[in-house]
């Protein structure tokens, strides 16, 4: 399936454009990690920071979710990918004069928040506009891919980057990587849409939006699974600065390694999902990957072996990657058109802003308790409320008729 994706001019134009913006993205995140770590060594701040970026998913992403359904997908891609490069370029001239503290650092990535609420959903709407309907699984696993493998090379570039030049140098390698990216954009052909039957009315839109998402059975119930995975799990990849420095007592270069090895479970991930498909079988594995996620959580917070660390975590880059993109296929493969970009935006509000918070809360318990108690904690809550809801499922599924 990955061949015949691939065959599509617009898909594989695009998929390129993605290789070298989500290198960049993945290098500016473990820049800013390590710079938040070096300036405060705190948990809390590393909470706060995830916070700023992924918040604002959750607060204007379904807004930004209706104009994706109303305005012109690549006008927005562009806007937004300009503002990226000019915030990247600020951030890169604010470390190599030494001019930056943690409220600038803040401030700056609490804008890039508010720029990805706006693209998200415009990226996710993307894909089907680039690919046949048959084989939106593969374009959705294949994205994911690319996705993963950006999250084990870029933390790698970072690395050498950082302890070569500085951690300017991987600020203004991600300015530049947007670059690719508006060259996609513009050399691909979207598929038009369907009309749309709904009045141009924002609220009510939003509304419709909103009540569809919340009756579709199996679109609510994957939204659910990916929020106890991302409150959870995912923050816990948000806390890694906080493991290389507090745990295994290491630097930058640590930092990148264990990015590295969760990036590598995730690509394996995304190769298991070109196979898999949709249906009844990638729905339960997005349950199971989920229960497993709790139980690698709670190996993750009694080892304190960065070998043995590294094959827990990369176990949990393998659940994470096997929720989030399995559960992003099954609602890209069931979802009505017209409903796309406003449903995709509430995945993404769960998807990439439940991190934040589960990250603030960790952060603050682990001032408290220990980051090692508090992932185990963590761990045991993943796994009992995802088999709870796995368990609520199964009853339904009873009792149902038929």
Same mark, same amino acid.
Request: aromatic fraction near 8%; charged fraction near 10%; proline fraction near 3%.
């Given at each position: 399936?990955?061949?015949?994706?691939?065959?599509?001019?617009?898909?594989?134009? *695009?998929?390129?454009?993605?290789?070298?913006?989500?290198?960049?993205?993945?290098?500016?995140?473990?820049?800013?990690?390590?710079?938040?770590?070096?300036?405060? #060594?705190?948990?809390?701040?590393?909470?706060?920071?995830?916070?700023?970026?992924?918040?604002?998913?959750?607060?204007?992403?379904?807004?930004? /979710?209706?104009?994706?359904?109303?305005?012109?997908?690549?006008?927005?891609? *562009?806007?937004?990918?300009?503002?990226?490069?000019?915030?990247?370029?600020?951030?890169?001239?604010?470390?190599? $004069?030494?001019?930056?503290?943690?409220?600038?650092?803040?401030?700056?990535?609490?804008?890039?928040?508010?720029?990805?609420?706006?693209?998200?959903?415009?990226?996710?709407?993307?894909?089907?506009?680039?690919?046949?309907?048959?084989?939106?699984?593969?374009?959705?696993?294949?994205?994911?891919?690319?996705?993963?493998?950006?999250?084990?090379?870029?933390?790698?570039?970072?690395?050498?980057?950082?302890?070569?030049?500085?951690?300017?140098?991987?600020?203004?390698?991600?300015?530049?990587?947007?670059?690719?990216? @508006?060259?996609?954009?513009?050399?691909?052909?979207?598929?038009?849409?369907?009309?749309? %039957?709904?009045?141009?009315?924002?609220?009510?839109?939003?509304?419709?939006?909103?009540? *569809?998402?919340?009756?579709?059975?199996?679109?609510?119930?994957? @939204?659910?699974?990916?929020?106890?995975?991302?409150?959870?799990?995912?923050?816990?990849?948000?806390?890694?600065?906080?493991?290389?420095?507090?745990? *295994?007592?290491?630097?930058?270069?640590?930092?990148?390694?264990?990015?590295?090895?969760?990036?590598?479970?995730?690509?394996?991930?995304?190769?298991?999902?070109?196979?898999?498909?949709?249906?009844? /079988?990638?729905?339960?594995?997005?349950?199971?990957?989920?229960?497993?996620?709790?139980?690698?959580?709670?190996?993750? #917070?009694?080892?304190?072996?960065?070998?043995?660390?590294?094959?827990?975590?990369?176990?949990?880059?393998?659940?994470?990657?096997?929720?989030?993109?399995?559960?992003?296929?099954?609602?890209?493969?069931?979802?009505? %058109? $017209?409903?796309? /970009?406003?449903?995709?935006?509430?995945?993404?509000?769960?998807?990439?802003?439940?991190?934040?918070?589960?990250?603030?809360?960790?952060?603050?318990?682990?001032? %408290?308790? #220990?980051?090692?108690?508090? $992932?185990?904690?963590?761990?045991?809550?993943?796994?009992?409320?995802?088999?709870?809801?796995?368990?609520?499922?199964?009853?339904?599924?009873?009792?149902?008729?038929?």
């Amino acid at each position: 399936m990955l061949t015949r994706v691939l065959a599509h001019r617009n898909f594989a134009v *695009y998929l390129t454009g993605s290789v070298f913006s989500l290198h960049g993205l993945w290098i500016q995140r473990v820049a800013i990690g390590w710079l938040a770590w070096e300036l405060t #060594g705190s948990e809390a701040w590393l909470g706060l920071l995830a916070l700023a970026e992924l918040m604002p998913v959750v607060v204007f992403g379904p807004l930004f /979710g209706v104009w994706a359904d109303r305005l012109d997908r690549k006008a927005v891609a *562009y806007a937004t990918n300009v503002i990226n490069i000019s915030l990247a370029a600020l951030l890169c001239a604010l470390t190599a $004069t030494a001019t930056i503290d943690i409220y600038v650092l803040w401030l700056i990535t609490a804008l890039l928040g508010c720029v990805s609420s706006a693209f998200q959903p415009v990226r996710l709407s993307l894909i089907p506009s680039l690919v046949p309907r048959e084989l939106l699984s593969g374009a959705v696993a294949a994205q994911s891919i690319v996705f993963n493998v950006s999250r084990f090379l870029g933390p790698a570039i970072a690395g050498i980057a950082i302890a070569a030049f500085g951690l300017w140098s991987a600020f203004a390698i991600n300015a530049a990587s947007y670059f690719a990216m @508006i060259a996609a954009i513009f050399l691909v052909q979207l598929s038009p849409r369907d009309p749309r %039957e709904e009045p141009h009315d924002f609220v009510a839109e939003f509304k419709a939006g909103f009540a *569809y998402t919340v009756r579709h059975r199996d679109i609510s119930w994957q @939204i659910l699974i990916v929020a106890i995975s991302a409150l959870t799990g995912r923050a816990m990849i948000v806390m890694l600065p906080a493991f290389a420095g507090a745990i *295994y007592a290491g630097g930058s270069s640590v930092l990148a390694t264990l990015t590295s090895v969760a990036g590598a479970g995730a690509v394996l991930a995304g190769i298991v999902l070109t196979r898999l498909g949709v249906g009844r /079988g990638l729905r339960r594995a997005t349950v199971v990957g989920t229960v497993v996620t709790g139980f690698l959580m709670i190996a993750m #917070g009694s080892l304190d072996n960065i070998v043995a660390g590294a094959i827990a975590l990369a176990a949990l880059g393998f659940c994470l990657t096997l929720v989030g993109i399995g559960s992003q296929t099954v609602i890209q493969s069931t979802v009505t %058109e $017209t409903m796309r /970009g406003r449903v995709l935006s509430l995945w993404a509000a769960v998807a990439f802003a439940a991190p934040a918070l589960g990250s603030l809360v960790i952060g603050i318990v682990a001032e %408290e308790l #220990g980051l090692a108690m508090t $992932t185990v904690v963590a761990g045991l809550i993943c796994a009992v409320l995802a088999s709870a809801l796995a368990l609520t499922r199964r009853h339904e599924d009873v009792d149902s008729p038929g």
